[in-house]
Each structure stands twice: as structure tokens, then as C-alpha cells.
């Protein structure tokens, strides 16, 4: 890049246009809903490029902080973001610009389409809210105001869950919302805990200041058990299946591959930031909430297979992969190792899973039904096959994939640092994964529809405007791991955010 655009990127504060264009964007599409659709494919890509350009500029320059308003911690709001964050940050616009776009391709379908109902007026206010309670998530640098942006992001989520009007949606949704007040209370009793104790929000001072009392302990445990209860950790997931099985595909899409990863980012920049190096945190934590991962993915992973709808299939998909992402919690210890795994593994499971459930959307609309029993019928467009098989690579962590990367330097990790049945435990959820998205690819190009065309535009002219975005998505998951080393040179850029 030449140094007069990194001069005009650096005049700009993306981090700022991140957070108020989505806002103003979705004040906007309330006020005009005749105008929702292209207010919010603009407000989203403007959005994303902003993203994009912060992201290079950590890369580039080091981590971000500003002083809203130059009031600075404690009395005042702080802004911060590291390589961590970054990468959180960048995959969360560009897949929630995809997602978006998507919606305003497919909204103008008939009005017969059983997920029409997404590009109604309402998905747009709801979707921009997220995104901003999204980007100011990853910018938050107290333990309030991640508590804020964490509410902005589940109360945006529920609306978006319910938008499809299906009872068995709505009755999702309202469990979704018990369960988010319940977490949101347990996480603020913590935030309470640690201000009486130590009168500072801030995570950097926090840090300074905090030591191992029974106040803090306990702070850590509910702030955490919170935080995995948001994350649909096992055996916390319960609500996860029926919200995201039931929401219309692009909703389905969003809550995997964006919402379930805020809450596990804040338990990953507490647990980094705060309890693990202030010596709160102990080891018997990190090896609870591993085991409950290992858990995780194994039940996961065996309800996918056994799972009779394609949209179930794919959500207790996203309960085994999260559990991959709390097994790194007790390898941190061991070095840099697991935190890029989690990275790697976050970002190709976000790209992936929601390329999933866009392509669940054309499954329904070509076969009326996402019954597993249905898949092998003639109607079922090639491209929904294709972007299905692309998104499997990544998922079961096949090379050249991001997921197998993720993978791979999670089980170096575990078989340096940890003992071995976390070595197991990733192996044992691998081979589920494989035999659950076998046994759809199995179904997809099963030998009596061998002789059926398999075109990307099958059907109707309308096919490729639900074909494109999914199958795009797909590529990127596998794409993620072609980057070379650049994404794990990105997660080291600051250790901390202080």
C-alpha cells in the first residue's frame, strides 16, 4: 500500500464509522421502511469496508486504543482492539455484509417462498442493531460496556429469531430471551463483584490491580458460567437447536456464525486478560470448561448425525464446534499455539456454517421440506450440493481448509501441552463431524440421481440469486486456510488489550 492511502486510512476513525453506521443505518431503515433493503446493503458494505480498514491498520500499525471524548479510563469510555479482536472484528462484517446482501437478492423472490419473510422491513433495523452491538463488542475495553454491547447484540438476536412468525420460532425466541436475562444477570452480579472490590470497569487497570480474593473468585466463576450459558457450551446448549433449526435461514446464519462468537470472545479477553495472568484464575477452571468442550463436541457431533432435519443437522454442528473452542481454554498456558487455533477455527466455522444455512434456505425451497429423508430428490439444485461438500472440507478439517488449520494446531497444541484425551476428544469429534456431513453428501449425490444434471442454475432464472452468496461463503471457509501466515501474524499483534 502506498503511503498516501495508508495516510487516509489512517485519518479516518474506522472504529468510529464501524460502530454509527450501522446505527444510523438501522434508525434509518425504521423510519423508512420503503427504503430498508437498500439502506441496509449499503449501511452493511460501508460498514464491513470500514472493518476491513481498521483491520489493516492493527496489522500494519500495532493495536488500536482511543479515549472517547478524551476522557480516559477510569472516568471515561475506552476503545481498543488487538490482533485478536481484529480477526473477530474483519469475519463479522464480511460475512454480515454477505449474509445481507443475500437477503436483498432473495427478498425480491415470490411471495410462496417459505423464507420470504426474512426480507421484510423488520430484518433490517434488527440486523443493523446486531452488527453495531457486534463491532462495539470487539471494541469494548471494560467489563460494562461488554455487558451493554453483549445485551444490544441477544436483544437484536431474539427479534431476529422470531421475525419468521412460526410458533415454533416464537416459542424458540422467548427461550433464547429467558435464557439471555438469566446469563446477563450471573455476568452482572460479576461486574458488581469486581467494582465493589476494586472501584475501576476498565480491563487494563483491572488488571493492575486485582489479586486472588474469595470476591474475585466468585466474580470469575459467574462471569464465565454466563458467558458459556450465551455460548450454548454443554450441557448449557439447549436453546441453541430449536433458535437456530426453527429462525429463517439468513437469521440461522447470523446467530451461528456471529452471535454465538461474541459471548466466547469476552470469556476468552476475560479469561487473557484478566483472571489468567492475575493469577485468578485457576487451572481447575480451564480444565472444567475443556471437559465440558470435549463434551460438547462429542454430543454435539452425535446429535448431527442422528439429527432427522438438514437444519438440525447443522445446528448441533455449530454445539460440537464450540465445544472445540472452549478445549482451548486450559492450552493457553502452553503458548500462542491455541489462541491461533482458536482464531483459525472461529473464522472457517463462521464462513462455513453460514454458507450452510443459506443453502438449507434453497433445500426448503425446492423440496418444500428439509427432511433428511428428502435430500436425494432430482429438484435439488447442484450448486446447494457444491457449497455443501465445500463447507464439509472446512468443518471436518480437511486440507487445504481453515478448519484444518484451526485443528491442526489445536491437536499440536493438545499434544504438547495437554493430556491426551483432548488429543482424543478432537479426533473422536472429527471423525462425527465427517460421518454427519457424509451422511448428507451421502443423501445429495446418492448413485439413482447421478443421472440428473448437475448445473449451478437449475429450476428457475431466480436459482442462482440463492445459489451465489452461500456457495461463495463455502469457498472462503476452505479459501481461509491459503492465507499463508498472515492471519496468525495478525492474532499475535498485541497480547492484550491494555
Not at 460475512?95 to 410462496?112: E, F, Q, W, Y
Not at 470476591?215 to 455460548?231: D, F, G, I, R, Y
Request: hydrophobic share 60%; aromatic share 8%.
Amino acid at each position: 500500500m502506498s503511503d498516501a492511502a495508508g495516510a487516509l486510512l489512517a485519518g479516518v476513525d474506522w472504529a468510529a464509522v464501524a460502530i454509527l453506521t450501522p446505527l444510523v443505518g438501522g434508525a434509518a431503515a425504521f423510519v423508512l421502511p420503503n427504503r430498508a433493503r437498500a439502506i441496509g446493503v449499503a449501511a452493511s458494505g460501508a460498514t464491513a469496508a470500514a472493518a476491513v480498514a481498521l483491520v489493516w491498520l492493527i496489522a500494519t500499525g500495532g493495536p488500536y486504543d482511543l479515549a472517547v471524548g478524551g476522557w480516559s479510563a477510569p472516568l471515561g469510555i475506552r476503545l481498543a482492539a488487538d490482533g485478536l479482536s481484529a480477526a473477530l472484528l474483519g469475519m463479522t462484517n464480511l460475512v454480515g455484509a454477505s449474509v445481507a446482501v443475500h437477503v436483498a437478492l432473495t427478498g425480491r423472490a415470490t411471495k410462496n417462498d417459505p423464507e420470504a419473510g426474512v426480507a421484510a422491513w423488520g430484518f433490517w433495523p434488527l440486523w443493523l442493531l446486531l452488527l453495531a452491538g457486534l463491532n462495539a463488542l470487539y471494541l469494548s475495553a471494560d467489563i460494562f460496556n461488554l455487558y451493554v454491547t453483549l445485551e444490544m447484540v441477544g436483544l437484536s438476536a431474539v427479534g431476529l429469531a422470531a421475525l419468521s412468525g412460526k410458533a415454533d420460532a416464537f416459542k424458540a425466541a422467548m427461550r433464547y430471551l429467558l435464557v439471555g436475562i438469566i446469563a446477563s444477570l450471573v455476568y452482572l452480579l460479576g461486574v458488581t463483584l469486581l467494582y465493589a472490590q476494586y472501584g475501576v470497569l476498565d480491563l487494563a487497570t483491572l488488571r493492575q490491580v486485582m489479586i486472588p480474593a474469595p470476591a474475585t473468585q466468585l466474580a470469575m466463576v459467574a462471569m464465565l458460567a454466563a458467558l458459556a450459558m450465551k455460548s450454548a457450551l454443554f450441557p448449557l446448549h439447549g436453546w441453541l437447536p430449536p433458535a437456530h433449526g426453527n429462525a429463517t435461514a439468513p437469521v440461522s446464519a447470523l446467530l451461528s456464525a456471529l452471535v454465538v462468537k461474541a459471548s466466547l470472545y469476552i470469556a476468552v479477553r476475560l479469561w487473557l486478560d484478566l483472571f489468567e495472568p492475575t493469577g485468578v484464575g485457576a487451572g481447575a477452571v480451564a480444565t472444567v470448561l475443556g471437559i465440558l468442550g470435549a463434551c460438547a463436541v462429542l454430543w454435539g457431533g452425535l446429535q448431527a448425525l442422528i439429527a432427522k432435519r438438514l437444519k438440525l443437522v447443522v445446528a448441533y454442528s455449530t454445539v460440537a464446534q464450540v465445544g472445540y473452542l472452549f478445549m482451548c481454554f486450559p492450552l493457553w498456558a502452553g503458548g500462542r499455539e491455541a489462541l491461533t487455533a482458536f482464531v483459525y477455527l472461529a473464522v472457517a466455522h463462521a464462513f462455513a456454517k453460514s454458507a450452510l444455512f443459506l443453502a438449507c434456505e434453497q433445500v426448503q425451497r425446492a423440496l418444500g421440506d428439509d427432511q433428511m429423508s428428502s435430500l436425494s430428490r432430482p429438484e435439488l439444485p447442484g450448486a446447494v450440493k457444491i457449497t455443501f461438500a465445500l463447507a464439509a472440507v472446512s468443518l471436518v478439517g480437511l486440507p487445504p481448509s481453515g478448519g484444518f488449520i484451526g485443528k491442526w494446531l489445536l491437536l499440536d497444541s493438545t499434544l504438547l501441552h495437554g493430556p491426551t484425551v483432548w488429543t482424543v476428544a478432537v479426533l473422536c469429534g472429527t471423525l462425527l463431524s465427517a460421518a454427519a456431513m457424509a451422511r448428507v453428501l451421502a443423501r445429495f449425490f446418492a448413485p439413482e440421481e447421478q443421472a440428473v444434471a448437475q448445473d449451478l442454475v437449475v429450476g428457475d432464472a431466480a436459482s442462482w440469486r440463492f445459489s451465489l452468496t452461500p456457495l461463495l461463503l463455502a469457498a472462503a471457509a476452505v479459501g481461509i486456510g491459503l492465507l499463508g501466515a498472515w492471519p496468525a501474524e495478525l492474532v499475535n499483534v498485541g497480547e492484550t488489550v491494555q
